[in-house]
């Protein structure tokens, strides 16, 4: 088998995505099917020999068999390459190098030209994707990855639109293949793709841009997340799409924005908080920011604001009667997040070095997280003197009533006394004891907790959906309640190109061109 993977290397390779490129990669693989290869690279040709030859550029040493389930697509390469699964000399050539090949298929034999693919195979929630809600008759083409723009979309599938997810056949969204897995899916990807259709659509080829092309003429919108020029260079840009439909609206999602000296820099959303000032007012209390665990920048910034932008464009459209490209910069849209910080910190630049809004992140005792005698932890808000005034009638400290003033001594000593008086009790014996108070007390609930409280239990916010394929998934439910509104109860995310049939048969196609275009390898 390890020995077919590597004949097949030339006849799955891609000379177009190799210019310029060039390097000699041994491959040493051990367990059921030992052995080895040197896999060379240059003037856009690949060479395969057996054993170990000349001087490697990058050095790749793992199992045989799950060097076959990173070439499949079966396994994320980059994943077992970073958690050292995989061995790996120089691991930013090797990723280049996997990008240069078409996907392995086992179930291929002598010409990946010539075989046939199967057809695509169709799954119990291809055949009751109904949509129902406020955005109904509104499609999105979706080509955004990871997520910002699929959570944005998501929303969006959810109100009603219809959201097609378009992915490259052997490069689709990254997230499919981060473990852990639901069934053979991943649950990242899961999270944030239910009640979307899916296609698999290569853009870079004619036949790709014939059909994206087609799609944009019964389209509204068009969401992405590439890099700015990307998508011109390619050819399908919102200068081109508008041409074919004046009607149509791009939402662009980057980091730091179509423009300005940063818009082409790489980033995550630690670096677009970091920029943007919210790090440093999230602070330790010796003074080390603290890095959230969930992602502030990419949900806040990047898929609420992508919402905003869809629903604000549609509303000028019935005004205008055009469409329009909207720029969302998600280091941009963290800057309303710290409103409040900018307000105290322009309205004292005298003291501008100072920790500006610091006392919303720990340095009065009635706004802080205090443990308590089981290790579990409380949330104490009693911001507003009336709820602190409260707080002291339950604790019997009317003494303390005055002592909320930020970096006062006696803050600092109530604060200190606070923490050794949630240290008596239990989490649950503080949280029952203040039941007939109003004083903002709430605990830290674990994500198990979360799952099983009764107000969330209340408000539907979880909800469940199966896949034939893969069986049942839960996500996090949209989270707007409408009064007269009536929305769809959606279908489990879709595997990659699970209704290219019927989305292509719908702008025309035959199954013949359908299944010619699927040997092509354009969808």
Request: hydrophobic share 40%; glycine share 6%; with cysteine.
């Given at each position: 088998m390890i020995q077919e993977l590597f004949n097949s290397l030339p006849k799955r390779f891609r000379a177009d995505y190799s210019k310029d490129f060039k390097g000699v990669f041994h491959f040493d693989l051990s367990g059921k099917e030992a052995a080895q290869f040197t896999v060379s690279i240059e003037n856009c040709s690949c060479k395969v020999e057996s054993g170990l030859i000349g001087q490697p550029d990058c050095y790749v040493k793992t199992d045989s068999m799950l060097h076959i389930a990173i070439e499949s697509g079966k396994t994320n390469a980059q994943w077992a390459y970073m958690t050292g699964k995989v061995k790996v000399s120089n691991i930013a050539n090797m990723m280049k190098y996997l990008k240069l090949f078409k996907k392995y298929d086992q179930s291929q034999t002598a010409s990946i030209e010539e075989s046939e693919k199967p057809p695509l195979k169709e799954t119990q929630t291809e055949t009751n994707k109904e949509n129902k809600g406020p955005l109904l008759g509104i499609r999105i083409l979706d080509l955004s990855r990871l997520l910002p723009g699929p959570l944005a979309s998501m929303l969006l599938a959810d109100w009603g639109a219809e959201v097609i997810k378009i992915e490259d056949p052997d490069f689709p969204d990254e997230t499919r293949n981060y473990p852990p897995f639901v069934g053979n899916q991943s649950v990242y990807y899961l999270a944030v793709n239910r009640s979307k259709k899916s296609l698999s659509l290569n853009l870079k080829s004619a036949e790709g841009k014939e059909i994206f092309f087609k799609l944009i003429k019964s389209?509204?919108?068009?969401?992405?997340?590439?890099?700015?020029?990307?998508?011109?260079?390619?050819?399908?840009?919102?200068?081109?799409?508008?041409?074919?439909?004046?009607?149509?609206?791009?939402?662009?999602?980057?980091?730091?924005?179509?423009?300005?000296?940063?818009?082409?820099?790489?980033?995550?959303?630690?670096?677009?908080?970091?920029?943007?000032?919210?790090?440093?007012?999230?602070?330790?209390?010796?003074?080390?920011?603290?890095?959230?665990?969930?992602?502030?920048?990419?949900?806040?910034?990047?898929?609420?604001?992508?919402?905003?932008?869809?629903?604000?464009?549609?509303?000028?459209?019935?005004?205008?009667?055009?469409?329009?490209?909207?720029?969302?910069?998600?280091?941009?849209?963290?800057?309303?997040?710290?409103?409040?910080?900018?307000?105290?910190?322009?309205?004292?630049?005298?003291?501008?070095?100072?920790?500006?809004?610091?006392?919303?992140?720990?340095?009065?005792?009635?706004?802080?997280?205090?443990?308590?005698?089981?290790?579990?932890?409380?949330?104490?808000?009693?911001?507003?003197?009336?709820?602190?005034?409260?707080?002291?009638?339950?604790?019997?400290?009317?003494?303390?009533?005055?002592?909320?003033?930020?970096?006062?001594?006696?803050?600092?000593?109530?604060?200190?006394?606070?923490?050794?008086?949630?240290?008596?009790?239990?989490?649950?014996?503080?949280?029952?004891?203040?039941?007939?108070?109003?004083?903002?007390?709430?605990?830290?609930?674990?994500?198990?907790?979360?799952?099983?409280?009764?107000?969330?239990?209340?408000?539907?916010?979880?909800?469940?959906?199966?896949?034939?394929?893969?069986?049942?998934?839960?996500?996090?439910?949209q989270p707007l309640k409408f009064q007269t509104a009536k929305l769809s109860d959606g279908w489990a995310p879709p595997l990659l190109g699970e209704d290219t049939n019927s989305i292509l048969t719908s702008i025309g196609l035959s199954i013949e061109q359908i299944e010619l275009l699927r040997n092509q390898g354009v969808i």
């Open positions: 389209a509204d919108i068009v969401i992405e997340s590439f890099r700015p020029d990307v998508l011109k260079k390619i050819g399908v840009d919102y200068e081109v799409a508008s041409a074919l439909n004046p009607q149509i609206i791009y939402v662009s999602v980057t980091g730091y924005g179509q423009d300005g000296e940063m818009r082409s820099k790489a980033g995550h959303d630690i670096n677009y908080i970091g920029l943007s000032g919210i790090l440093d007012e999230n602070k330790s209390e010796n003074g080390q920011p603290v890095i959230p665990g969930f992602q502030i920048a990419d949900i806040a910034g990047g898929s609420y604001m992508t919402v905003i932008s869809c629903l604000l464009a549609l509303q000028n459209r019935k005004l205008t009667g055009t469409g329009d490209q909207i720029d969302v910069s998600m280091l941009d849209a963290c800057l309303p997040l710290m409103s409040l910080a900018f307000a105290n910190y322009f309205a004292d630049t005298k003291n501008s070095t100072k920790d500006s809004f610091g006392f919303l992140s720990g340095q009065i005792p009635n706004y802080n997280l205090y443990q308590c005698k089981d290790g579990k932890w409380l949330a104490l808000g009693a911001l507003e003197p009336k709820f602190w005034a409260e707080f002291c009638r339950f604790i019997n400290r009317p003494d303390w009533v005055n002592a909320i003033l930020p970096n006062s001594e006696i803050s600092k000593e109530v604060k200190t006394a606070l923490k050794k008086l949630f240290e008596l009790k239990t989490r649950k014996d503080w949280i029952a004891e203040a039941s007939e108070f109003e004083i903002c007390l709430t605990p830290v609930q674990s994500i198990p907790e979360v799952v099983n409280n009764v107000q969330f239990k209340h408000r539907n916010m979880f909800r469940q959906h199966f896949h034939s394929e893969y069986g049942s998934v839960t996500t996090i439910n």
